[in-house]
């Protein structure tokens, strides 16, 4: 799965294995519970949960499934 991870440091796009939106909030609030500083949020995320960073296009963001926006910290389907 694709998600796209929206924030005011820059834009991320990381890959990994299929979860819930619901799964991915809990992941999301975990990690933001452990970081510092917002800009170290994909690394820890990806770390943690085994997802790759993936060079950022627009192609890849508009094939997201879901956006993790860390400026409001909400989970939303990028597809609804």
Request: proline residues 1%.
């Amino acid at each position: 799965m694709i998600v796209c991870i929206e924030s005011f440091f820059g834009d991320k796009i990381i890959s990994g294995k299929k979860c819930s939106i619901t799964e991915l909030r809990k992941k999301m609030k975990t990690v933001v519970e452990l970081i510092e500083k917002t800009e170290d949020f994909a690394s820890l995320f990806c770390r943690m949960y085994s997802f790759d960073e993936l060079p950022y296009t627009e192609d890849c963001q508009r094939e997201a499934e879901f956006t993790i926006d860390l400026d409001t910290y909400l989970v939303f389907n990028r597809r609804d």
